[in-house]
């Protein structure tokens, strides 16, 4: 027998069992969603190992012995001042990043956000060694400008790399087969940079998760579950999501409905949580379990190919930490921002992108009439200077005459595909993304895409 100690958001997946039959309503889920549900995967019998459990399988591997979850999410807030919380932030955040890294010299993803400007301004405070970098699309918007305000603020060295057109093409099975296909191919940037990184450091020290866990999800604090199950549908559903799976499922034949089904899964799951007193802790949880294991952790398995990797969100003690605030203090990114001016108030000055033009002393400003000038200035920049500019990833992958050579030579020429799907389906949702509504249609694109390079490297 095997033991295997599932993390509470785990690094990766695991997983147990055949890849026999194919788990057509799990593929429908995913089609909706761009992540599988739960312990779903392509495979009626093959489960992915759940966060936060302890397992017990056969010699084998092909069979669950024993599960047994040790950690649930719970809201457990005790009451102290807010200066007493980040003063726990700041002590537990440093002591994580310090164990985690130790004297590697360390590779740091940067953005114009607070999650990786958190992680720098711990990283220049500890003294660290550190290897700045951020990139931006070829004729995309400056998406590296605030990044390398903060690497200059903390004196990193700093890269700028553009991901050039088309990118995805030369190396879509290699890419295929680092994430085995359970998520969207458009979206992993860092997939392109890939040769880039490993000369850079020893270590690649990751943001993700922060924005989750040091935020609210904006609801009220009581709410029926089917509220919850109404809101968290919103929230999972891709643009196009529930017209594509409602058609897979019918050329699949399915019994039921898409829809009654993907609803009735979602709220078991939202039940099984029973943080009942706080909707949005509720909510943290949900996607803490369902949404970070299994859509961001296929993701990091790109940044793994090229060295170790860490997560200092992902940490128990920080997840604990977090079940401890009261849901006020989590709101609206406070703790981040406190810590960040007490820590460097330097870079608390440079700009948040998410609430440009202002920073973290004058975001509280960001409304009307106080944000108007500016609203102004980016309608007239919208239109009139940069309207050709790249602003999303299926522009630089699906757009132009040599991506769509790619692109229709993967979903009509692969006999594989043509017998896994039915082509006239993918003819439907291709002549939508050309011909209705190129937005609306790439997560539908992107998806066929994916599931054209499963049927290739599952053979």
Not at 323 to 330: A, G, I, K
Not at 364 to 377: G, I, T
Request: net charge neutral.
């Amino acid at each position: 027998m095997k033991e295997i100690k599932t993390a509470i958001i785990p690094v990766k997946t695991d997983f147990v069992g055949l890849k026999s039959e194919i788990d057509h309503k799990a593929i429908c889920i995913f089609a909706a969603t761009g992540f599988f549900l739960d312990d779903d995967t392509y495979f009626v019998n093959q489960k992915a190992l759940r966060p936060a459990t302890n397992y017990t399988l056969s010699d084998d591997s092909n069979s669950i012995i024993k599960e047994e979850n040790y950690f649930k999410w719970h809201y457990s807030p005790f009451e102290r001042p807010f200066d007493q919380i980040v003063e726990e932030f700041t002590v537990l955040f440093e002591k994580i990043i310090n164990e985690q890294v130790q004297d590697k010299k360390v590779i740091l993803p940067l953005s114009g956000g607070l999650d990786s400007r958190t992680q720098a301004a711990a990283l220049r405070h500890l003294n660290k060694k550190v290897h700045a970098y951020s990139y931006e699309f070829e004729n995309g918007h400056n998406e590296t400008k605030y990044a390398e305000q903060i690497a200059k603020v903390c004196d990193f060295p700093f890269e700028k790399w553009i991901i050039p057109k088309g990118y995805l093409w030369k190396d879509i099975e290699e890419i295929a087969s680092i994430n085995q296909c359970y998520t969207e191919f458009t979206h992993p940037r860092q997939a392109a940079v890939l040769n880039k990184l490993a000369g850079l450091g020893e270590v690649i020290s990751l943001g993700h998760w922060g924005d989750v866990l040091f935020d609210n999800m904006d609801l009220p604090s009581q709410l029926s579950i089917d509220e919850q199950v109404d809101i968290m549908i919103k929230k999972v559903i891709k643009k196009s999501g529930i017209e594509f799976a409602e058609k897979l499922w019918k050329s699949w034949d399915l019994e039921g409905d898409f829809y009654s089904y993907f609803r009735q899964r979602i709220k078991k799951l939202l039940e099984e949580v029973t943080i009942s007193e706080e909707a949005n802790a509720q909510t943290r949880a949900f996607k803490s379990l369902y949404w970070a294991s299994r859509w961001t952790g296929s993701n990091l398995s790109f940044f793994e190919k090229v060295k170790p990797i860490t997560l200092p969100y992902y940490d128990e003690r920080m997840l604990q930490f977090i079940c401890s605030v009261p849901e006020r203090f989590l709101a609206k990114r406070q703790i981040q921002i406190a810590y960040l001016k007490k820590r460097n108030p330097q870079l608390a000055k440079i700009t948040w992108q998410d609430q440009r033009p202002f920073n973290l002393y004058s975001h509280q400003w960001n409304y009307f009439p106080w944000n108007f000038p500016y609203r102004v200035y980016q309608k007239i920049r919208k239109d009139y200077v940069v309207k050709n500019k790249v602003r999303n990833n299926y522009e630089n992958q699906f757009l132009g005459n040599e991506n769509e050579i790619e692109l229709r030579k993967w979903l009509f020429e692969n006999q594989k595909f043509k017998a896994f799907l039915d082509p006239k389906l993918v003819e439907e949702m291709y002549d939508g993304f050309i011909n209705e509504n190129h937005l609306s249609y790439s997560h539908v694109i992107s998806t066929l895409l994916t599931l054209s390079l499963f049927t290739k490297i599952s053979e």
